[in-house]
Each structure stands twice: as C-alpha cells, then as structure tokens.
C-alpha cells in the first residue's frame, strides 16, 4: 500500500484516526499487496509507504477528506459513500460495534474504498519477485527513493531494498511502527477520537482506578488498562479507558478548591440516568462514585459510545441538505428534552420551578465575581442591567445549560443525535435559555478559537438554519409562540459564557483547567462581554420601540417651575392652555408647542430622556468640565462612553434622524421635525448631552447625508460604526481665503487621476477633527470651475488615515478649543480618495450640503433655546439666592426686568423654529427656506441676550467654568456664523419677502 505525506493533515482532521494508526500497528502483513497514491503536500523526503494490506482507512467525512477527493479527482462523496456502504450491516458500523475484528474491517475497506491495489492473484506475480515492486511504484508514478517498504520476511525487504526502496523489517509490529515515525516525521498511533494523553495536571492515579474498576466490573483481568484524556469540554476532565472489553468513559471534578456548587457530577449522573427512562438520547451511565480517595475527586462512570461530534458548525465536508439536517436534528432533540414529564422522571425536585434567569443571573455574577482577575468594562454594565430587564417565564423544563452543536454525538450514517453530553450546567428553567445558547455560534466568528462560529459564514449558501429560523424551528416543533425578548437570551447566554470563560481562566492561572486552550479564554472573556452588551443595547432598542401608549401627564398651572435646589438644574416646561393632544393631532402635520402635546409615545421618550438627564447627565457636568480643562482633554472621557452605552441601553439613541429621511425607521427614532425639536431642546440643556444621545453636530449632518444620499457599500462602512457611535467624523467645508458662507465660493480643489480624485485644499473651522476617533471626514470641493455656479461642486468620503491630511493647529473659540473634537485648520495635499468615495456624483456637492443643512439648522436652534432655558433657570436660581447690598438680587427691579424679556424672547424663537420645523414636516425644506433663514437670525441672537443676562446675574462667577453659562455663550456667539453669518440670512429674508409679499 503506498501513502502520501499529505495523510498526516488527514489523520489530525479524522474522526477515524485513531482506528487506523491502532490498525496499522496490529496488521503489517495481510493477503494482498496494496497501493494508493496520494497527492503529495511537501514537507518530508518520503512521499509513500508500501505494506501488506487489505485496503486503506480514509478519514471520516470532513473538510480534509473533502478537499482530498478534489485533489486527486474522485468523485465527491466517495469516502462518505464507502464508510456508510451496507448501512447498520455494513463493515464501518460492525466494526464501531466491536463486531469486526480491525483487520476484516480493514480489508474490507479497502475493497470499498482503494483507489489503486495491487492483487499478487490477478498480476500472476508474487513477492519477492522486484516486478511487483515496479508495477506498484509504475502505478504510483514514484520513483524507489521516495517510498519506504514494510514486510516481516527479510527475501521480501530485500528484494524492495535492490531497486532502491527504503525498507524495514518487521519482527515487532511495535518497534517497526516506532521506526516508521521517525522515517515519516510524525506519530501514526492514537487509537480514540478526540482524545490525548492525560495531561500533566490531569493525571488520575491509574492503580486504584484499576482495582476499583475491576471489583465494579467483575472482571480479574491482569491486562494493562489504557487511559486517554479527551481534548474535548472546558471543565469537567472526562477520560477514556479500556480494559479488557470495557470501553469505558469516566467523567469527574476537576482538581482543587473549586468554585460553589460548580462541577456537579453527582447532578449530571442523576439526569442522565432519569433522562434515558424518558427515552432522550443520553450515554448509558454505569455508576457512580463519591469517595474522592480513587481518583481525587468523585466520578461517574459512562459506557463509551461511538460516533460523530462536529467541532466546526459550518460542517465542512457535508451537502447544504445534511448541514440542514443535522441542524434540525438537533433542534429536535432539544425540543424532546424540553417536553420531558418531570414528575414521570423523578426530576421535580432537580431545581427550582420559577425564576429561573434571575437566579441564574445572581448566580453567575457570584461565579464571576469569585473569578474575576481584572475590572471588565462590559460586564460590570451587564451586571447592572441584566437585574433590570428580567423577562417573565413562561414554562418551567429540563435545561440543559451548555446545549450547543459539539455537545452532541451523532451516528455515522445517519443525521440522528445518538447522545448528548456534557449536563454539567443541567437544572429546572426557562427553556428559552437553552435554544438561545444553541444559537450563539451564529454569532461568533469562524475564528473563535473555543468554539467555532458562524458569523462571517453565508449560513444560507451552506444550508444551516440562520438563528432566527432555528427559533422559529423550535417554536414550531413545541407549538410555542415566537420568541419576542430573544436579544435578552443572546445577552444573558453570552454573558454566562463569559463568566464561565473567567472561571476556566482563573483555573488555569492555577493548573486545575481541564482544557490546553484555558489561558486563551482570560482574553476572550472581554470579547464576549461586548457581545452580550450589543444585545442588551439591542434589547434596549426593542422595548423602546414597542412601548405601549402612557397615560395623559397631568397639566400644571404655572408657566415654568422647576427644582431650585441645585444651581445646575434646569426648569421644567408645562403649559396650562394647551389642551392634551389627540393622536391624529400628534401625527406628522401637527404643530405641537409643547412637550404635553406630542403622541403618548414621543411624550415617553421626552420623559425618559428627561429623567436621564437628571439623574445621570447634569451630575456628571463638574467631573466633565474637570476633564476638559486637563492635560487629558484631547482624550475622549471614560464618562461620557460610559454614559453612552447608559443611554443605548435605555433607548435614548440616534433620536435625530427624520421620518422623511428614514421612513422605515431602519437607523433612528422615526421622530418628525417637530417631535425631535422638544428633545432637540432638552439635550441642549447640557453642552455635553447631544454627544451623550449620539445626537451631536457635525455627525448628524453626517449620518444624515449618508442615509439620503449613501451607496450600500457607503453606508456599510461609515454609516454603521458613526450610528453605533464608534467612529466620529467631521465636515470640511469652510475655507480662509474666502467668503464660505456661499458654497460657491470654496476654492478646494478635486480632480480625477487615475481611477482616484486627488484632493488640494485649505480648510478650518473643521469641527471634530482633531477628535482620536474621527475616522470618516466629508469634503466639499470642486471637480469643475467652469461647470454652472450651483454644479461646480462635489462631495467626498475622505478616511482620516489617507495620506497627506496635515492639521496645522487647532483654533479656539473665546479660549475655548472644546477638546477633545477641537476645531481644526487642515491642509490637504494631494489627498487620493478612492473613486468609489464620491457622493451622488460630481457636481452634486451645493444640493448635498443644502439638503444637510436644513435640518441641523433646527438642531441648532432648539439647542441654542436649551442653553437659554438652562442659562434662566440658573439666573432664577441665583438672583433668588444671592444677596448684595443688603438684599436679595431677585428684588433689584432690573433683574426682574431682565428674566421677564428672557421668557418673552425665549417664547417667541421656540414658537418660530416649531413653526419652520412643522412646515419642514408638512411641505418640504425647500418650502421652510424662509423659516428656517428666520430662525437662524434670531435664535443664536437672543440666546446670546438671554445668556448674557444670566453671567451678569452670576457676576463674575458667570464668566468661569464653574457654571455652563460661559461656553453656553462662546457656542451662542459662534453659531451667527455656523451656518452662514446674521447677514446671509437676513438678505435672504428680505429677497424672499420682497419676492412674495408685495
């Protein structure tokens, strides 16, 4: 028989590894002469081995057994076709069972499944005759030099050995398979899948184990016991023993203090023997035994059951129909489980019938709380949240804890389960948990080194079920309703991953971890934290969005009034004249003044975001100005992300997108212009909110140009991680040289150069820039001078990492650089943009830029409103608690003076950008044009009077970072410029009430 090199990637990806190197130790010689030829994959000086032999064991059907047949042109599904040829009567499933003796099995095989042999019988040539020799290496296309020849009868090895063969006596089956390791290269014995020898720190002592076995299997065999750890499982050490005829497994603790309650075997005992009255597919378990003196800890005892266990979810190697089948067959089987009669089964007491995910939610926050070696972000928010948004369980079943595709043993032949392991995890629960746990692979990458995912696989190509069918699978199987809080399961299952991943890392800190991949999972602990915390902010989302209707806020009888107790505390709006608006009033069309008359779902929100503010934002302020004014400023602060994932998991997320823009609701809040105004106003009562709510300028603007007017492939790369708040960006328009209030003025430079436009240009003013996570900024400049003024321009997505970006300084406004985004001066030289970055197309770029603008400016707006209502209710708050010349400041008839003409001059620009915002909804931002020109005359003018009369209430204490009032002045002042000067608007004004009014 001849064999490549190349099988020794075989052996390692076999399932059937271990049968055939124990074969190849027993049986050098049989009847016949065979050869195969392999392809050769390098790395040795041998290509080939030729032996006495009745056939060759393939591996077992797989992604290597695959690729072999395509490699040397066999028909697909050969191996497969020859290992389940006869069925339960057939040569591989008698020899699974002990029936066949290796070598009828072998010889069998090789009848079914030899590519080239070679038969002494039919060719009328017998050893030692050389002609068989070169007939086999003819056949093989070799020359002597690169084979090696094995036979027990030395006129044989000599014959091979005079045409150059490399050749070795066989007097000991043992010593001649050493001799052949060390020819090859590699180890050619390894008789049990899966399996290893017992690491170091796993070691049993095997003389009890011996005695103690042969007393409970009464059996007075003298004859060695064999003993294998399986590679297999992260927690239980499980070993495989054969002795005599017993083919045993043996499942204990692990070494060691151990954690509470963790590593109950006693437990997985009791079910599986319960579970396999009730006809679930479980190993036949033997006994028990609870005295620690055998082995050092107490065991069960299984009988060992060969068969598949499918490491790699994407099941390389099968049909789209089995990867399908198999899929199904284990969702099946965890509906069996799950319709177990506990009373039936003696199982009633097994755990406890209700709350199952809060218990196990406080159990595995104590399992990670006894483990925890270091402070992770994700869990510490996990451990907080997951108390909060417990679901409401539905039934109460078996549970297998830890139910997952590599957890099972299937049949060779056929796609059935023939047993379950690892019940290690096993109580009474919510069965949910379960099918959620089963889907989490979809969810990991293919990478994932202890367990395989799915994620960057195309599921559907391959045939496997995605989760969301396999759900919708399980419902239908057990007749149960769709699962409607499945991100809070994906949370919570990945979660317990975590902690259990902690717990297999601090084991292995000390050498009781049962698996050699133990150190990887201290680093992939984070991992999955952050994933279960994506699916918590997804939950979030969720019940945001399905929020029923509340009921009517009761109206106040006073204009504003609000908590004086805290200088930084704003007032609270409430009207007594508008009555509760009805639902189609609330719709888009309606003009809502007042936070009282949005929709019951909007009016939540507004109360929620309220609350959030309160209770999180305005008490952060003092640690947050601090943070500011550091030497760490141009560092994002660890507050503000953490208050970020607070306000994702709460809903409170990308609220600023318009129904217009995103209709479907597919990337916001679905809010009208005027629904998102009253939020608009209340973020803007903190300068550090709207980055809080991912609401900021200049990514609205951004995501919102992306959303109107993005590719696809534009949005996958920078709408997704800006909308999740993972990148920053910034828009690049404004220039030194030139008036760019009118964007036909800019002077920026974009041609096309060889499948690329390259970029020349000076810019400042470029707000975010200077931000570390600014990955993506918008250009604005022109591809073509001499195109029509308004079509001169374009727009491109320029990465920040792109070659010859150079900021030449940050600029302060009022000595203030508002780290960390800062507002740069940038040079841009010879930019090269890919030309696939270009928005809409060229000359595009005035109507993309008027088309974000409209409504950032009553973004502005509203805020600018917020910094005035702030900035009055700390003047009402001062004046009524300071005293100067012998009396309190609230009775200085100028002050009192001054706060009536901010609530008129506050009154009167909110009622003007509701209006634009309504019109925007009703008509289009085309037809608001005169509107939204009005708002920008007058909101940042009179949020610059109403501020200005706050600081001059607070004295000199105004003009200090002690209080928002100063930056809420800088912002004010810098926002008659923003979007075009005071002057630029009140012309357009004036064109358009001459143009219409006359």
């Given at each position: 028989?001849?064999?490549?090199?190349?099988?020794?990637?075989l052996f390692?990806?076999?399932?059937l590894?271990?049968?055939?190197r124990?074969?190849?130790l027993?049986h050098?010689q049989?009847r016949?002469?065979g050869?195969?030829?392999?392809?050769h994959?390098?790395?040795?000086?041998?290509?080939?081995?030729?032996?006495?032999m009745?056939?060759?064991?393939?591996?077992s059907?797989?992604r290597?057994?695959a690729?072999w047949?395509?490699?040397?042109?066999i028909?697909?599904?050969t191996?497969?076709?020859?290992l389940?040829?006869?069925?339960?009567?057939?040569?591989?499933?008698?020899?699974?069972?002990?029936?066949?003796?290796?070598?009828?099995?072998?010889?069998?095989?090789?009848?079914?499944?030899?590519?080239?042999v070679?038969?002494?019988?039919?060719?009328?040539i017998?050893?030692?005759?050389?002609?068989?020799y070169?007939?086999?290496?003819?056949?093989?296309?070799?020359?002597?030099?690169?084979?090696?020849?094995?036979?027990?009868l030395?006129?044989?090895?000599?014959?091979?050995?005079?045409l150059?063969?490399?050749?070795i006596?066989v007097?000991?089956?043992?010593?001649?398979?050493?001799?052949?390791?060390?020819?090859?290269g590699?180890?050619l014995?390894?008789v049990?899948?899966?399996?290893?020898?017992?690491?170091?720190t796993?070691?049993?002592?095997?003389?009890?184990?011996?005695?103690?076995?042969?007393?409970?299997?009464?059996?007075?065999?003298?004859?060695?016991?064999?003993?294998?750890?399986?590679?297999?499982?992260?927690?239980?050490?499980?070993?495989?023993?054969?002795l005599?005829?017993?083919?045993?497994?043996?499942?204990?603790?692990?070494?060691?203090?151990?954690?509470?309650?963790a590593h109950?075997?006693?437990?997985e005992?009791r079910?599986m023997?319960?579970?396999?009255?009730?006809g679930?597919?479980?190993?036949?378990?033997?006994?028990?035994c609870?005295?620690?003196?055998?082995?050092?800890?107490?065991?069960?005892l299984?009988e060992?059951?060969?068969?598949l266990?499918?490491k790699d979810?994407?099941?390389?190697?099968?049909?789209?129909?089995?990867?399908?089948?198999?899929y199904?067959?284990?969702?099946?089987?965890?509906?069996q489980?799950?319709?177990?009669?506990?009373?039936?089964t003696?199982?009633?007491?097994?755990?406890?019938?209700?709350?199952y995910?809060p218990?196990q939610?406080q159990?595995?926050?104590k399992?990670?709380?006894?483990?925890?070696?270091?402070?992770?972000?994700?869990?510490?928010?996990?451990?907080?949240?997951?108390?909060?948004?417990?679901?409401?369980?539905?039934?109460?079943?078996v549970v297998?804890?830890?139910?997952?595709?590599?957890?099972?043993?299937?049949?060779?032949?056929?796609?059935?389960?023939?047993?379950?392991?690892?019940?290690?995890?096993?109580?009474?629960?919510?069965?949910?948990?379960?099918?959620?746990?089963?889907?989490?692979?979809?969810?990991?990458?293919?990478?994932?080194?202890?367990?395989?995912?799915?994620?960057?696989?195309?599921?559907?190509?391959?045939?496997i079920?995605?989760?969301?069918?396999y759900?919708?699978m399980?419902?239908?199987?057990?007749?149960?309703?769709?699962?409607?809080?499945?991100?809070?399961?994906?949370?919570?299952?990945?979660f317990?991953?975590?902690?259990?991943?902690?717990?297999?890392?601090?084991?292995?800190?000390?050498?009781?971890?049962?698996?050699?991949?133990a150190?990887?999972?201290?680093?992939?602990?984070e991992?999955?934290?952050?994933?279960?915390?994506?699916?918590?902010?997804k939950?979030?989302?969720r019940?945001?969005?399905?929020?029923p209707?509340?009921?009517?806020?009761?109206r106040?009888?006073?204009?504003?009034?609000?908590?004086?107790s805290?200088?930084?505390?704003?007032?609270?709006?409430?009207?007594?004249?508008?009555?509760?608006?009805s639902p189609?009033?609330a719709?888009?069309?309606?003009?809502?003044?007042?936070?009282?008359?949005?929709?019951?779902?909007?009016?939540?929100l507004?109360?929620?975001?309220?609350?959030?503010?309160?209770r999180?934002?305005?008490?952060?302020?003092?640690?947050?100005?601090s943070?500011?004014?550091s030497?760490?400023?141009?560092?994002?602060?660890p507050?503000?992300?953490?208050?970020?994932e607070?306000?994702?998991?709460?809903?409170?997320?990308?609220?600023?997108?318009?129904?217009?823009?995103?209709?479907?609701?597919?990337?916001?809040?679905?809010?009208?212009?005027?629904?998102?105004?009253?939020?608009?106003?209340?973020?803007?009562?903190s300068l550090?909110?709207?980055?809080i709510?991912?609401?900021?300028a200049p990514?609205?603007?951004?995501?919102?140009?992306?959303?109107?007017?993005?590719?696809?492939?534009?949005?996958?790369?920078?709408l997704?991680?800006?909308?999740?708040?993972k990148a920053r960006?910034?828009f690049?328009?404004?220039?030194?040289q030139?008036?760019?209030?009118d964007?036909?003025?800019?002077?920026?430079?974009i041609?096309?150069?060889?499948?690329?436009?390259?970029?020349?240009?000076?810019k400042?003013?470029i707000?975010?820039?200077?931000?570390?996570?600014?990955?993506?900024?918008?250009f604005?400049g022109?591809?073509d001078?001499?195109?029509?003024?308004?079509?001169?321009?374009?727009v491109?997505?320029?990465?920040?990492?792109?070659?010859?970006?150079?900021?030449?300084r940050?600029?302060?406004?009022?000595?203030?650089?508002?780290?960390?985004?800062?507002?740069g001066?940038?040079?841009?030289?010879?930019?090269?943009?890919?030309?696939?970055?270009?928005?809409l197309?060229?000359?595009?770029?005035?109507?993309?830029?008027q088309?974000?603008?409209?409504p950032?400016?009553?973004?502005?707006?509203?805020?600018?409103?917020?910094?005035?209502?702030?900035?009055?209710?700390?003047?009402?708050?001062?004046?009524?608690?300071?005293?100067?010349?012998?009396?309190?400041?609230?009775?200085?008839?100028?002050?009192?003076?001054?706060?009536?003409?901010?609530?008129?001059?506050i009154?009167?620009?909110?009622?003007?950008?509701?209006?634009?915002?309504?019109?925007?909804?009703?008509?289009?931002?085309?037809?608001?044009?005169?509107?939204?020109?009005?708002?920008k005359?007058?909101?940042?003018?009179?949020?610059?009077?109403?501020?200005?009369?706050?600081?001059?209430?607070?004295?000199?204490?105004?003009?200090?970072?002690?209080h928002?009032?100063a930056?809420?002045?800088?912002?004010?002042?810098a926002?008659?410029?923003?979007?075009?000067?005071?002057?630029?608007?009140?012309?357009?004004v004036?064109?358009?009430?001459?143009?219409?009014?006359?």
């Amino acid at each position: 028989m001849v064999l490549s090199m190349c099988i020794r990637q075989l052996f390692q990806a076999s399932h059937l590894q271990g049968a055939w190197r124990a074969a190849f130790l027993k049986h050098i010689q049989c009847r016949r002469q065979g050869a195969r030829r392999w392809t050769h994959s390098g790395g040795g000086t041998y290509r080939a081995v030729i032996f006495d032999m009745g056939g060759v064991l393939i591996p077992s059907p797989g992604r290597v057994a695959a690729e072999w047949e395509v490699q040397n042109q066999i028909p697909s599904g050969t191996i497969l076709k020859a290992l389940i040829s006869g069925g339960d009567k057939g040569p591989w499933m008698t020899f699974m069972r002990g029936e066949l003796t290796t070598e009828d099995f072998l010889q069998e095989f090789g009848r079914l499944c030899s590519e080239i042999v070679v038969e002494s019988c039919l060719e009328g040539i017998c050893k030692p005759d050389p002609r068989i020799y070169k007939l086999c290496l003819e056949r093989l296309g070799l020359q002597p030099s690169e084979s090696i020849f094995l036979d027990d009868l030395g006129l044989n090895v000599k014959a091979a050995a005079s045409l150059g063969i490399r050749t070795i006596k066989v007097d000991d089956p043992e010593t001649a398979v050493k001799e052949l390791e060390t020819l090859l290269g590699f180890t050619l014995r390894k008789v049990i899948p899966n399996t290893r020898p017992v690491r170091k720190t796993m070691e049993i002592p095997k003389d009890s184990l011996k005695k103690y076995l042969r007393d409970f299997l009464g059996t007075q065999t003298t004859g060695p016991m064999e003993l294998l750890q399986f590679e297999h499982g992260q927690s239980n050490p499980t070993y495989y023993i054969r002795l005599a005829n017993h083919q045993l497994v043996l499942r204990k603790k692990p070494p060691g203090t151990l954690l509470p309650s963790a590593h109950a075997v006693e437990r997985e005992f009791r079910i599986m023997r319960a579970l396999a009255k009730a006809g679930v597919p479980v190993p036949k378990v033997l006994g028990l035994c609870e005295d620690s003196r055998i082995v050092g800890t107490p065991f069960y005892l299984m009988e060992y059951c060969p068969g598949l266990v499918y490491k790699d979810p994407s099941l390389p190697g099968l049909e789209p129909s089995q990867r399908r089948a198999i899929y199904t067959a284990m969702n099946r089987v965890l509906c069996q489980i799950h319709s177990v009669d506990l009373k039936a089964t003696g199982l009633e007491d097994y755990g406890k019938p209700g709350d199952y995910i809060p218990r196990q939610v406080q159990t595995w926050i104590k399992q990670y709380r006894a483990s925890e070696t270091s402070t992770i972000p994700a869990m510490e928010r996990l451990i907080k949240w997951l108390p909060l948004h417990l679901p409401r369980q539905q039934k109460t079943t078996v549970v297998h804890g830890d139910f997952r595709l590599d957890n099972l043993l299937f049949h060779p032949e056929k796609t059935e389960v023939l047993a379950v392991l690892d019940w290690e995890l096993s109580t009474l629960g919510d069965p949910l948990a379960d099918v959620a746990f089963s889907c989490l692979a979809h969810y990991l990458p293919s990478s994932f080194p202890i367990l395989r995912g799915l994620s960057d696989c195309d599921v559907t190509q391959l045939g496997i079920p995605t989760a969301e069918e396999y759900s919708r699978m399980y419902c239908r199987h057990t007749g149960s309703p769709p699962i409607e809080n499945w991100n809070f399961y994906l949370a919570f299952s990945f979660f317990r991953v975590a902690a259990i991943l902690q717990g297999i890392y601090k084991r292995s800190l000390t050498g009781q971890a049962s698996s050699a991949t133990a150190e990887q999972s201290g680093k992939l602990t984070e991992f999955t934290s952050n994933l279960a915390w994506d699916f918590a902010v997804k939950e979030g989302f969720r019940l945001f969005k399905d929020m029923p209707a509340t009921k009517p806020l009761m109206r106040s009888y006073h204009t504003w009034a609000g908590p004086q107790s805290r200088l930084h505390t704003p007032g609270t709006r409430s009207y007594v004249s508008i009555p509760e608006a009805s639902p189609a009033r609330a719709s888009k069309g309606a003009l809502v003044i007042s936070p009282e008359g949005l929709s019951p779902p909007v009016r939540e929100l507004y109360q929620r975001l309220k609350q959030f503010m309160e209770r999180h934002v305005y008490p952060a302020e003092p640690e947050l100005r601090s943070h500011q004014a550091s030497s760490e400023r141009w560092t994002p602060s660890p507050l503000v992300e953490e208050l970020k994932e607070k306000a994702k998991t709460e809903g409170l997320w990308n609220l600023f997108l318009p129904l217009e823009t995103d209709p479907e609701k597919k990337y916001g809040a679905g809010l009208t212009n005027v629904e998102y105004a009253h939020l608009c106003e209340l973020m803007g009562m903190s300068l550090y909110a709207p980055e809080i709510f991912n609401c900021s300028a200049p990514d609205t603007g951004n995501m919102e140009l992306l959303v109107r007017y993005g590719t696809e492939e534009q949005k996958a790369r920078w709408l997704i991680p800006l909308l999740e708040g993972k990148a920053r960006s910034c828009f690049a328009m404004t220039e030194p040289q030139v008036a760019s209030s009118d964007g036909t003025n800019i002077e920026s430079s974009i041609r096309e150069e060889e499948g690329f436009y390259v970029i020349n240009g000076h810019k400042w003013w470029i707000s975010g820039i200077l931000d570390p996570r600014c990955q993506l900024c918008v250009f604005m400049g022109k591809t073509d001078p001499h195109a029509p003024r308004h079509q001169q321009q374009s727009v491109l997505l320029v990465p920040m990492d792109t070659p010859g970006i150079k900021i030449l300084r940050p600029l302060t406004v009022y000595g203030l650089d508002d780290a960390p985004g800062g507002h740069g001066e940038v040079l841009f030289e010879q930019v090269h943009v890919p030309k696939e970055n270009m928005i809409l197309g060229p000359g595009r770029g005035f109507e993309i830029a008027q088309g974000r603008l409209g409504p950032g400016r009553i973004h502005h707006c509203m805020r600018l409103i917020g910094y005035s209502e702030r900035a009055l209710a700390l003047m009402k708050a001062r004046v009524k608690s300071r005293v100067a010349f012998g009396k309190p400041l609230v009775e200085q008839g100028t002050l009192l003076a001054d706060i009536a003409q901010s609530r008129v001059e506050i009154e009167q620009a909110r009622l003007l950008v509701l209006k634009a915002a309504h019109l925007m909804d009703v008509a289009g931002n085309k037809a608001a044009a005169l509107d939204i020109a009005m708002i920008k005359m007058v909101a940042p003018s009179m949020a610059s009077r109403v501020i200005d009369r706050a600081i001059q209430a607070f004295g000199a204490a105004g003009l200090s970072s002690d209080h928002p009032l100063a930056q809420f002045f800088a912002w004010a002042r810098a926002l008659r410029f923003a979007d075009g000067p005071d002057e630029v608007h009140r012309a357009a004004v004036a064109k358009m009430e001459l143009k219409h009014r006359i």
